[in-house]
């Protein structure tokens, strides 16, 4: 019956500009880029940039262009936009 099914008001639905993401399930992620610049169109995440402190949230990653090998650290939260990002290889 999951195609009668209705949100309540108050449960939030993930959209597909904002997918739902662990930042520490990050590591070796594929990524693929909307619009590919340079042949750079697949990406891995090599590394997860952690904090300082250790209580703090992770909110830094190393991203590896896999043609290139050119590395660019960002937002992890910056691989959410959809017309940027898209999971996986493809």
């Not at 660019?72 to 992890?76: A, D, N, T």
């Given at each position: 019956m999951l195609g009668n099914y209705i949100p309540q008001a108050d449960q939030a639905m993930p959209t597909a500009k904002s997918?739902?993401?662990n930042p520490n399930k990050l590591l070796l992620s594929k990524w693929t880029a909307v619009a590919p610049q340079n042949k750079e169109k697949h990406f891995i995440v090599s590394k997860l940039l952690l904090p300082d402190d250790p209580?703090?949230?992770?909110?830094?990653i190393e991203l590896e262009a896999v043609f290139s090998k050119r590395v660019?650290?960002?937002?992890?939260r910056d691989l959410r936009?959809?017309?940027i990002w898209r999971q996986g290889w493809l």
């Open positions: 997918p739902r993401l209580d703090a949230p992770l909110e830094m660019q650290i960002m937002p992890w936009d959809s017309s």
